[in-house]
């Protein structure tokens, strides 16, 4: 089998070079090269894919191409159609033998690109594009990860045979830390207020928590990180992104320079990996978000390169480019906080392609596809509906052989407080 992906076109330009970097790096090939129209009468190989409308009698796959690869340009799928339980869309040709019925490389671009970010004026009270609101949800797919079983079909034709590049399925944990403890390393006033509020709105079970922890009955529920460290232990690495952004109505972390929140943030970092959890300014304002990774890179010290956003606050382009600037290269924000699903489209990693600049950056997008609150808050699932609909995903994606990648809270252990159960949710996963 050749280690490169040859594709024929006449005028690659960026949108096209980044599809097919995308699709030669899934292949697992060693290099791309894109031919022209003199390059192809001395190509002596036998497999390509000819992305034009023109027909070549080397090609293996042949596309023809919408104008949604062409710089400059914006598309809205018009129609929409199902082959085998997985939809397709910018149909292209309808009869000439040997030829791709749809321009999946388009299609790829569409989902990668979130070129519908750009342009759905649908928000919620936070500015965030919701799940629902997505063409993919719409469409009834958010829950495919389609670019991943359209770029495996392709295979099957360019090879011969299916790659199975994944040896196995692979679930990532990663965990977001809003609040490190619901009562610990408070000072005596918070507490006090804490418990007054309990009482009058009738928290009983909150406040008998409380009463708990202080008399040193139970440990305060937001201290899971022994039971995480396990779930590492047993099921691979676990990413930490901390909140450290000053106190607002949304950002309710410790303060940064807390003695016991730095501990905590070092001990961590002994063993996993830690990303900065910008906060709700920090989502609008390069400066803030500097600031809040400096801090953190002053207690870890060493440079900080991962980021989630809170609140999954995500505007596209302003966003990335904040990222970028501040030095971060791989972000983790990419998904919906009130479905689950592949808001890209996939369960890989790919890099930015910034549609205003036209280019592809080298910030590194890794989807997640369950949040612990969206089941819970937004979905409404109790803790044995959850258990039920995690082992149909853990049955799906190994049917797929794809990876999957979750996010959690160490907050969503706190049974007192509406979370009896849910441990047993995250260990269907990761069992113990």
Known sequence: MTNTLYVYCSDPGPRIRYVFEFIRIQWKLDELKFLDKISISNFTGSVLINYSAYSLPQSSLQFIPCSITESGRK?????????????????????????????????????LSRMEEYENPERDLLGRLEGKNCFAAKNGFLHLPVIDLWIEELAKIYFGHTTNFIPAPAFHLTVDIDIAWAFANRPLWENLGGAFKELISLRWKKFQSRWEFWTGSKKDPFEVYEYLKEIQDQHGPVQFFILLGDRTELDRSFHWKNPAFTALIKMLSKSSEIGIHPSSK??????????????????????????????????????????????????????FHDLPGCR?????????????????????????????????????????????????????????????????????????????????????????
């Open 75 to 111: 598309m809205v799928p018009e129609k929409l159609e199902w082959v085998d339980d997985v939809p397709y869309f910018f149909k292209t040709n309808k009869s000439a033998a040997g030829v791709q019925a749809y321009d999946i490389p388009g299609m790829i671009f569409y989902m």
């Open 344 to 432: 890209a489209g996939t369960t890989k990693p790919f890099y930015w392609y910034d549609l205003e600049s036209e280019e592809e950056t080298e910030l590194s997008v890794h989807p997640f596809y369950i949040m612990d609150v969206t089941l819970k808050n937004y979905l409404r699932m109790s803790a044995s509906e959850a258990s039920d609909w995690m082992q149909k995903q853990k049955i799906q994606f190994s049917h797929w052989n794809l990876p999957m990648t979750l996010v959690w809270h160490n907050s969503s252990f706190f049974e007192s407080d509406g979370w009896k159960g849910w441990r047993e949710v995250l260990e269907i996963i990761f069992p113990k």
């Open 282 to 335: 920090a989502s609008v304002n390069l400066s803030v978000l500097t600031k809040e990774k400096q801090r953190l890179e002053s207690i870890l010290l060493h440079e900080v390169k991962k980021s989630r956003q809170h609140y999954l606050l995500l505007h596209l382009p302003q966003t990335y480019r904040d990222l970028l600037s501040a030095g971060i290269t791989e972000d983790y924000t990419m998904g």
